[in-house]
């Protein structure tokens, strides 16, 4: 069983039995690694079942073409779902990308905490990027301001303005207050042709499907040739949905920090760094995720307006709400299962499956990366749910800000 987790968390086994140890003191529960291994291995056999595949005579070659064929059939019937979409309310021509911009219309997430609009206007106009402007042929900052979208204006800066104009901008970051935040509605913008001219380079480069920036709470979307190909309709799909709850995650955390003297050092920090936190209960950085999900379950912090309020607290809750989920009924509960076999995982997470079939590789180099973020937060929330003190669980408190 350790060699599991030693495999997961990258760790030497003698250093990771003793966390685990350490752990079982502290919450009085022993064998939480081992309980969350046999819950996943009784739903692993189900899943196996449900490929058509021996869960115990086969190997892990055949189970990732056995989740590669049901991806494929599963895409076939996305893919024709989002066109006949599009060609019931838009037009005959059916097109795929208006059947993703219909799709992402009824995403409704409200009251995200963003920059005020305001606030970057005034900078850019101070600062005016010369190269941004010269690309897409601007002759005042003035006239960029006015016809373009802020979102894609800060994604412009990033791609063709000099690191020392990019350092400066996010440098501005750290004069920022609560003064200078608003909530907004997500705002998710699919490129127009100028743009995805201008950022040919930075999408090839990438190789992602959609681009967010979370401090303004928007989502930006690469349109999506109408030509079939395997794995780009859940490619897509599955992206979508997943940078929305990365968006919402992160709107979670700046409310959360927003009456703490330091916020405008956290804001800048968290533009560079993933979102993490040091737990004094685990001796370790965690990620923000994982203390997320556990304060919203604690019955005495969820009177958090911001946990009160919010219907993402996971991937699956916008997975299973959105139209034509219906036809990816298998994966909804495959976030953090996985096969390991003679040292190799096999992934059943959808957004490494999409990936990998999207990318036509093969089982050796095969991604795995969403499967192992979510058996990690899995693992530590097993730990903590059997834990009633929270005082202990940051390694640091907050001094409010004085009214």
Not at 12 to 27: A, P
Not at 78 to 107: C, H, M, P, V, W
Not at 217 to 239: D, E, F, T
Request: charged share 25%.
């Amino acid at each position: 069983m350790l060699k599991f987790y030693k495999t997961l968390f990258n760790e030497n086994l003698l250093e990771l039995k003793q966390f685990i140890n350490d752990l079982e003191r502290k919450t009085g529960f022993s064998g939480q690694d081992i309980r969350l291994h046999n819950k996943l291995n009784i739903k692993l056999i189900s899943k196996i079942k449900e490929l058509n595949l021996d869960p115990i005579d086969s190997n892990s070659f055949e189970i990732y073409h056995g989740l590669l064929n049901k991806l494929k059939e599963d895409d076939r019937k996305l893919y024709l779902s989002l066109r006949n979409l599009a060609g019931s309310k838009i037009n005959a021509e059916a097109n795929l990308n208006d059947g993703f911009k219909l799709l992402t219309k009824n995403i409704k997430l409200e009251n995200l905490l963003i920059i005020k609009p305001t606030y970057l206007k005034k900078y850019f106009k101070n600062n005016p990027p010369k190269n941004l402007l010269k690309a897409l042929h601007y002759r005042t900052v003035d006239s960029l301001i006015k016809r373009e979208n802020l979102s894609l204006i800060v994604l412009g800066i990033n791609y063709f303005e000099s690191e020392n104009y990019i350092h400066k901008y996010y440098l501005n970051y750290k004069n920022l207050n609560s003064l200078n935040f608003k909530t907004a509605d997500l705002e998710i913008i699919f490129l127009n042709n100028k743009w995805q001219t201008a950022l040919k380079g930075l999408i090839k480069k990438i190789d992602k499907v959609n681009l967010s920036i979370p401090e303004l709470g928007s989502l930006i979307i690469v349109p999506c040739q109408n030509a079939y190909k395997p794995g780009k309709s859940i490619y897509y799909y599955s992206s979508i949905i997943y940078s929305i709850y990365k968006i919402n995650l992160y709107s979670t955390y700046l409310k959360y920090h927003l009456p703490y003297k330091n916020f405008n050092q956290l804001f800048y920090n968290s533009t560079k760094h993933p979102l993490k936190i040091h737990s004094s209960f685990f001796n370790r950085d965690i990620s923000w995720e994982v203390i997320y999900r556990y304060l919203f379950k604690k019955n005495n912090l969820s009177e958090l307006e911001l946990f009160k309020t919010d219907e993402f607290i996971h991937f699956t809750k916008i997975f299973k709400s959105l139209e034509l989920s219906k036809d990816l009924n298998f994966w909804f509960d495959t976030y953090n299962l996985g096969s390991f076999l003679n040292n190799q995982f096999v992934s059943f997470n959808i957004l490494d499956n999409a990936y990998n079939l999207y990318h036509n590789l093969d089982y050796p180099r095969t991604k795995i990366n969403h499967f192992i973020n979510e058996m990690k937060v899995a693992f530590y929330l097993g730990y903590l749910n059997k834990n009633n003190q929270t005082s202990n669980l940051l390694s640091y408190e907050y001094q409010t800000v004085e009214n």
